[in-house]
């Protein structure tokens, strides 16, 4: 196993709580390192602009140090706790860039559809999050490893020592049953 695969598989929990408990910078540059690629990765590929993304990686990295205090392992993994903070944080600078100048604003009542497709939006993610965390644990970690670490499953094959067609296997069924709990 390379030293970048030990890096990829350590226990992220760990690190969380030298942030919150030490404020530990190095455990914070190691979870930068690791997450701050991924994270402006899955933004870019989800329509961020670069700047946008770039932007956006960095206000969650700084959320993170911050609200360290505020995550709970018994609720998310630590990549579902940071996307999601990712995820959020893009909805409000997307909001924010939207927001008309004050010369700008019109007069009157305003129709604010962009508000009750957020909340749907922010209601749709929490259903999904709580579906990947009923997971069983084997697809759960899969599936992070898969689209919150950017791994393709050659990479999560060698990473895990497990066979490429038993990753796909689980990965299919995991994205099966995350179909049917979001109908």
Known sequence: MTAQHKTDTRDWV??????????????????????????????????????LAEECTQDVMATLWQKSHLFDPTRASVATWIFTIARNRKIDLLRKQRRPEPEDLPWGPEAEPDQEEALGLQQECARLGRAIAELPEKQRELIERAYFGDLSHSE??????????????????????????MK
Do not use: V, Y
Request: charged content about 35%; aromatic content about 6%; overall charge positive.
């Open 14 to 51: 760990a690190h969380i709580e030298r942030i919150r408990d030490q404020e530990d910078r190095r455990a914070f540059a190691e979870l930068f390192a690791h997450f701050a690629p991924r994270i402006k990765g899955f933004l870019i590929r989800s329509g961020t602009d670069m700047a």
């Open 156 to 181: 999560i094959a060698e990473e895990t020592g497990l066979p490429l067609g038993t990753i796909k296997s689980r990965i299919r069924l995991a994205l099966d049953r995350l179909r049917h709990a």
